[in-house]
């Protein structure tokens, strides 16, 4: 009888039957107060600076436009993927908060992969934007009116929310027997499905082809449309008006960069990097939540020329 009560949670399921233990950074644990200073700047930057584009694109009329319509959807799906993780990754850092209950496990990986959903629709949008404004110009506007583009918005919502309650339905009926520790300091649909000692292969089949249905489906269309954009920009027989329409692709380019490749990276990484050091999937993990929110709004900030200005004249009035 003494020998079950010294029992550690970590590898029974007695007493924590609904709980899972999240994982700060492999080897470094007694410097997670420190860590969370680099974390704390980034979630800052990522939050004040979505939280500015939205801003500036409701209060200044001139940004009521199609393109600035998708921008103002990409920051509000950035804002939702810091918030999701913010509380559990600073709670670890902070007060060594370990223990997420199963529900609240479930709910927050609803949250991060479905803005991961929406944000990679939302590219698509962006992307399908582009090709109107550059191969279509003289109907840009009747094509993208407001009602069209709110419907999309619905559509983005809708869509990720509906790929996203299946999966999580699945994982609900499975059991757990062994380890309850995961590997990130938030919770990731595979993280938590290796943990199963249940036959979880309609999981993953189920899993993969979600993924490859949404974000797949989109990176191909985002590529499709880029070749189409090259094709007509180099129609084109202006050097100066070549380098023009081409430089209004150039956030969108690196938005769509930035978000794929650390996605496709931890992607990899959890079906394919069973040996890889521990470190490895908590670093890719990191890039793929942080790194998208915290340069969206820099690179839109610097190359967008609209954008800049309405920052500055929202904040800096005298100055404009």
Request: charged letters at 10%; glycine letters at 4%.
């Amino acid at each position: 009888m003494s020998s079950l009560f010294n029992m550690t949670p970590f590898n029974n399921t007695m007493f924590y039957p609904h709980s899972f233990f999240l994982t700060g950074i492999p080897g470094l644990e007694n410097f997670h107060v420190w860590l969370s200073i680099p974390f704390c700047c980034l979630y800052g930057i990522a939050l004040s600076g979505n939280s500015m584009i939205l801003s500036v694109i409701i209060l200044d009329p001139s940004l009521h436009e199609p393109m600035y319509y998708f921008l103002s959807m990409l920051s509000f799906t950035d804002l939702g993927l810091c918030l999701s993780t913010l509380v559990t990754v600073l709670g670890l850092f902070w007060f060594n908060a370990r223990e997420i209950s199963f529900d609240a496990c479930i709910g927050q990986m609803f949250f991060i992969h479905g803005f991961t959903f929406m944000e990679s629709s939302v590219l698509l949008a962006m992307a399908f934007d582009r090709f109107i404004a550059i191969c279509n110009p003289l109907r840009y506007t009747t094509i993208l009116t407001n009602s069209r583009i709110a419907k999309v918005g619905m559509v983005i919502v809708i869509r990720g929310t509906a790929a996203l309650v299946p999966l999580l339905l699945l994982l609900k009926r499975l059991s757990f027997c062994h380890s309850h520790v995961l590997h990130h300091s938030c919770c990731f649909h595979p993280d938590v499905m290796k943990l199963s000692c249940s036959d979880t292969k309609i999981n993953s089949i189920f899993g993969l082809s979600i993924v490859i249905s949404t974000a797949g489906v989109d990176s191909v269309f985002i590529l499709l449309s880029y070749i189409l954009i090259i094709h007509s920009i180099l129609s084109i027989a202006s050097p100066e008006e070549r380098k023009k329409a081409f430089s209004t692709c150039i956030s969108h380019i690196s938005a769509v960069a930035i978000f794929y490749i650390p996605m496709i990276s931890l992607s990899l990484v959890h079906r394919f990097g069973k040996h890889a050091p521990p470190y490895v999937h908590t670093l890719i993990a990191n890039v793929y939540l942080l790194i998208p929110p915290v340069m969206n709004p820099i690179i839109y900030s610097v190359k967008t020329k609209q954008i800049r200005r309405a920052i500055l004249k929202i904040f800096l009035p005298k100055r404009i």
